[in-house]
């Protein structure tokens, strides 16, 4: 047995006692729940649960990537990770469960037998040996850190080095002049990208678009955001977003007069969910759209105040989600998804003024970081969007929220790819920082601890992407889309946020100046646990919920 197939057998060893006591955890948490009806009375263990659940689905996804490499690779790379990986997280449930016997239902004994066993213990103690994560960060180093893993897919393959030189000679130039200067993503680049097809990618041909799929999607997002996430990777989230509803639930003409425009980057999206006071909560919204007309032009008369809309100034279109339906208790039935359609704006506040009266002003708020397409607050006032702009048109009515999370589906496994895509952008500055940065005498990448740390960081990153590929491709085939995307947008953005943050104290006092790029990646970092489903939502409302629903 070569060294590779011993650190494979131990990572399998580890994955399946994890995968049968997960199972046992959460039939007990079924029963306490009432099959998730109660998760609210459980808050805490739920949410641990949907984590190490995620992590759980992580190492399988990791492991399986090991097992599919060509034996004459001898010791893989990844072979090692998906020990390291898989020991991390087992050390972790072991503790955790020890400490929290009641909560997940085990006992002692079943303790000693799962997580306790010798070989169980072997497997752990050969996963977590700093040697092991050494030789990682070694490897890691002489490759400086960059992803050249096989896709399995030649259209994948050909799409990562395109993206990635596009990135290279586009992107990366401007992006610290973007962020220094909270600037707006330069039309010029939004026209190359439309070009190149970066906007249509999960659009099928029919409607303009490329029809390549969701994991060239993926990829693009993943390497577009390696040059910056605000700027760039961030471009192609929201007409996703927009696109899936169209073809989940839009009228074949409202497809045909769209879709092709935004699959060419003509018509640039922005979505508008969030409001002041509600958040998560999207089956409270309050923004009204009540039926009315212009002219004689029969529509809606749009009236409240949203937030966080990201790129709503420079946008054409506006995905609003709005109640059409004010009775009391309809909750998420009485929302509506429209289209808006506007005029472009540059600056920081803009003013919209319709011939009737109807208004739509917009200021946008200043962050940390994630600039380049500015967040801006808006409020509507009286303003009149066509009938036919209601997606789905009268059958769309009141069917908004479910055409919304559908789209929201996208938007979190494109979190997904963004996040891998910045992790991996701070995890290539830090090697090259640690390979050239010398103290006492030589680079600070001679030393062990910038070794393990460095191995760390990339075994950490290999799970995320792989969690967030494996989700891609089982999201083109199955019509339950929530949970895999979820996974995949909690995971990398704690990734991305804990990576970034260990790669500036690598780099030392020069990671906490400006022109340093890890500065700008630890700021980028701080919102992905928050968009598109803030962090415990996500884990409770939509994977714990998930995991906690009875067994078919």
Same mark, same amino acid.
């Given at each position: 047995?070569?060294?590779?197939?011993?650190?494979?057998?131990?990572?399998?060893?580890?994955?399946?006692?994890?995968?049968?006591?997960?199972?046992?955890?959460?039939?007990?948490?079924?029963?306490?729940?009432?099959?998730?009806?109660?998760?609210?009375?459980?808050?805490? !263990?739920? $949410?641990?649960?949907?984590?190490?659940?995620?992590?759980?689905? /992580?190492?399988?996804?990791?492991?399986?990537? +090991?097992?599919?490499?060509?034996?004459?690779?001898?010791?893989?790379?990844?072979?090692?990770?998906?020990?390291?990986?898989?020991?991390?997280?087992?050390?972790?449930?072991? +503790? $955790?469960?020890?400490?929290?016997?009641?909560?997940?239902?085990?006992?002692?004994?079943?303790?000693?037998?799962?997580?306790?066993?010798?070989?169980?213990?072997?497997?752990?103690?050969?996963?977590?040996?700093?040697?092991?994560?050494?030789?990682?960060?070694?490897?890691?180093?002489?490759?400086?850190?960059?992803?050249?893993?096989?896709?399995?897919?030649?259209?994948?393959?050909?799409?990562?080095?395109?993206?990635?030189?596009?990135?290279?000679?586009?992107?990366?130039?401007?992006?610290?002049?973007?962020?220094?200067?909270? /600037?707006?993503?330069?039309?010029?680049?939004?026209?190359?990208?439309? $070009?190149?097809?970066?906007?249509?990618?999960?659009?099928?041909?029919?409607?303009?678009? @490329?029809?390549?799929?969701?994991?060239?999607?993926?990829?693009?997002?993943?390497?577009?955001?390696?040059?910056?996430?605000?700027?760039?990777?961030?471009?192609?989230?929201?007409?996703?977003?927009? /696109?899936?509803?169209?073809?989940?639930?839009?009228?074949?003409?409202?497809?045909?007069?769209?879709?092709?425009?935004?699959?060419?980057?003509?018509?640039?999206?922005?979505?508008?969910?969030?409001?002041?006071?509600?958040?998560?909560?999207?089956?409270?919204?309050?923004?009204?759209?009540?039926?009315?007309?212009?002219?004689?032009?029969?529509?809606?008369?749009?009236?409240?105040?949203?937030?966080?809309?990201?790129?709503?100034?420079?946008?054409?279109?506006?995905?609003?989600?709005?109640?059409?339906?004010?009775?009391?208790?309809?909750?998420?039935?009485?929302?509506?998804?429209?289209?808006?359609?506007?005029?472009?704006?540059?600056?920081?506040?803009?003013?919209?003024?319709?011939?009737?009266?109807?208004?739509?002003?917009?200021?946008?708020?200043?962050?940390?970081?994630?600039?380049?397409?500015?967040?801006?607050?808006?409020?509507?006032?009286?303003?009149?969007?066509? =009938?036919?702009?209601?997606?789905?048109?009268?059958?769309?009515?009141?069917?908004?929220?479910?055409?919304?999370?559908?789209?929201?589906?996208?938007?979190?496994?494109?979190?997904?790819?963004?996040?891998?895509?910045?992790?991996?952008?701070?995890? $290539?500055?830090?090697?090259?920082?640690?390979?050239?940065?010398?103290?006492?005498?030589?680079?600070?990448?001679?030393?062990?601890? @910038?070794?393990?740390?460095?191995?760390?960081?990339?075994? !950490?990153? =290999?799970? /995320?992407?792989?969690?967030?590929?494996?989700? =891609?491709?089982?999201?083109?085939?199955?019509?339950?889309?929530?949970?895999? =995307?979820?996974?995949?947008?909690?995971?990398?953005?704690?990734?991305?946020?804990?990576?970034?943050?260990?790669?500036?104290?690598?780099?030392?006092?020069?990671?906490?100046?400006?022109?340093?790029?890890?500065?700008?990646?630890?700021?980028?970092?701080?919102?992905?646990?928050?968009?598109?489903?803030?962090?415990?939502?996500?884990?409770?409302?939509?994977?714990?919920?998930?995991?906690?629903?009875?067994?078919?």
């Amino acid at each position: 047995m070569t060294t590779a197939q011993a650190e494979l057998a131990h990572a399998h060893i580890l994955v399946d006692v994890f995968e049968q006591a997960m199972e046992h955890a959460l039939v007990q948490a079924r029963q306490r729940t009432r099959q998730g009806r109660d998760i609210d009375t459980a808050q805490v !263990h739920c $949410e641990r649960l949907a984590y190490r659940a995620t992590e759980l689905r /992580a190492a399988q996804e990791l492991l399986q990537y +090991a097992e599919l490499q060509p034996p004459q690779q001898g010791d893989s790379i990844t072979a090692r990770m998906a020990l390291a990986f898989t020991a991390g997280i087992m050390q972790t449930f072991a +503790a $955790e469960a020890d400490a929290h016997l009641d909560e997940y239902g085990f006992d002692e004994k079943y303790l000693v037998k799962t997580v306790g066993a010798p070989g169980v213990r072997a497997a752990v103690r050969a996963g977590a040996a700093e040697s092991l994560l050494c030789e990682i960060g070694r490897e890691v180093l002489e490759t400086n850190g960059i992803s050249t893993i096989s896709l399995g897919d030649d259209m994948a393959e050909m799409t990562r080095q395109s993206v990635r030189d596009f990135t290279r000679q586009e992107i990366e130039p401007l992006a610290e002049w973007i962020h220094r200067n909270d /600037a707006l993503v330069p039309d010029e680049l939004i026209s190359r990208m439309g $070009e190149l097809g970066f906007f249509a990618m999960s659009i099928p041909e029919a409607y303009g678009g @490329t029809g390549m799929g969701l994991l060239v999607m993926i990829i693009t997002t993943e390497e577009l955001s390696r040059g910056s996430l605000g700027a760039a990777g961030s471009l192609i989230t929201r007409p996703e977003i927009v /696109a899936r509803a169209l073809l989940d639930g839009g009228t074949e003409a409202q497809k045909k007069r769209w879709l092709p425009h935004i699959a060419s980057g003509e018509l640039m999206v922005a979505v508008s969910v969030t409001e002041p006071d509600i958040g998560s909560d999207v089956a409270s919204l309050a923004c009204r759209a009540e039926a009315g007309e212009v002219d004689g032009q029969a529509g809606y008369f749009i009236q409240g105040a949203k937030a966080w809309c990201t790129f709503a100034g420079r946008s054409d279109i506006i995905g609003l989600l709005a109640r059409t339906d004010s009775t009391p208790g309809q909750g998420a039935r009485g929302l509506s998804l429209f289209i808006v359609e506007k005029e472009r704006c540059y600056g920081h506040e803009f003013l919209i003024e319709q011939p009737h009266g109807g208004s739509m002003r917009g200021k946008a708020d200043a962050t940390l970081g994630y600039r380049g397409m500015h967040s801006f607050s808006i409020n509507y006032d009286n303003f009149f969007v066509p =009938a036919e702009n209601l997606i789905g048109e009268e059958t769309g009515r009141n069917r908004g929220f479910y055409l919304q999370m559908s789209g929201f589906a996208n938007g979190r496994l494109q979190t997904g790819g963004r996040a891998v895509g910045l992790a991996q952008a701070a995890l $290539e500055k830090t090697v090259a920082y640690a390979k050239n940065r010398r103290q006492f005498g030589r680079p600070i990448s001679e030393y062990q601890l @910038t070794q393990h740390k460095i191995g760390l960081m990339a075994t !950490h990153l =290999a799970a /995320a992407r792989h969690l967030t590929y494996g989700a =891609a491709r089982r999201m083109e085939h199955q019509q339950d889309k929530g949970m895999d =995307a979820a996974m995949s947008k909690l995971l990398a953005s704690d990734v991305a946020l804990w990576l970034t943050q260990e790669g500036q104290l690598i780099h030392g006092g020069w990671g906490y100046a400006e022109e340093t790029p890890i500065a700008r990646y630890v700021v980028d970092a701080l919102v992905l646990p928050i968009f598109e489903g803030v962090k415990p939502v996500l884990e409770l409302k939509v994977i714990a919920r998930n995991l906690l629903q009875p067994v078919a």
